[in-house]
T-cell receptor, first 116, second 114 residues
């Protein structure tokens, strides 16, 4: 069975500093993808970044990067130079790439608060 | 832009009522999903569909059913609403079953069952 664990229910960070949101996963599938989504207070889910299990390099998208450590089964999200608009819930998710229907398994989420 | 719309942002229903939550996507995606979101539990998959008239149970299908008569529309049905179905419901769609294609989400429906 697949499982995603986010152990930080809430995090605080000072504006302009970097922050790391933790995500560990468990799967027996050799081929999988890892996703991070942001959910502001308005409720919509915004896709941030993707990492494939066979990707050689860690994914980066602007201020977002993914610290992927396959042997440790972790896929932590790093946000550099935090902004007030980064305050939101953040979800880590996983999909086995051979899975029919492409369904995602989500973690419990981490609420990030950016302080001015 | 991909657009996923849901029929209501907020909904209040009585115990025992039949409730329909509608979701429409405009990007010709094959796959559609219904999740419920509860604090501390993240998003949990209720049902998904990878083709018209096809449906698959997710992790928590009890008390729910779905309908997909047209490719762009995926409906979630609560046959007899109960208070433990008070939650945020999120619909999503995606164009393919493999690879890095992300799911696109609707704005969510916050359902309260009294």
């Amino acid at each position: 069975a697949q499982k995603i664990t986010q152990t930080q229910p809430g995090m605080f960070v000072q504006e302009k500093e970097a922050v790391t949101l933790d995500c560990t996963y468990d799967t027996s599938d050799p081929s999988y993808g890892l996703f991070w989504y942001k959910q502001p207070s308005s409720g919509e889910m915004i896709f941030l970044i993707y990492q494939g299990s066979y990707d050689q390099q860690n994914a980066t998208e602007g201020r977002y990067s993914l610290n992927f450590q396959k042997a440790r089964k972790s896929a932590n999200l790093v946000i550099s130079a935090s902004q007030l608009g980064d305050s939101a819930m953040y979800f880590c998710a996983m999909r086995a790439l051979r899975n029919q229907g492409g369904k995602l398994i989500f973690g419990q989420g981490t609420e990030l608060s950016v302080k001015p | 832009d991909v657009k996923v719309t849901q029929s209501s942002r907020y909904l209040v229903k009585r115990t025992g009522e039949k409730v329909f939550l509608e979701c429409v996507q405009d990007m010709d995606h094959e796959n559609m999903f219904w999740y419920r979101q509860d604090p501390g539990l993240g998003l949990r998959l209720i049902y998904f569909s990878y083709d018209v008239k096809m449906k698959e149970k997710g992790d928590i299908p009890e008390g729910y059913s779905v309908s997909r008569e047209k490719k762009e529309r995926f409906s979630l049905i609560l046959e007899s609403a109960s208070t433990n179905q008070t939650s945020m419901y999120l619909c999503a769609s995606s164009p393919t079953t493999t690879g890095r294609d992300e799911q696109f989400f609707g704005p969510g429906t916050r359902l309260t069952v009294l």
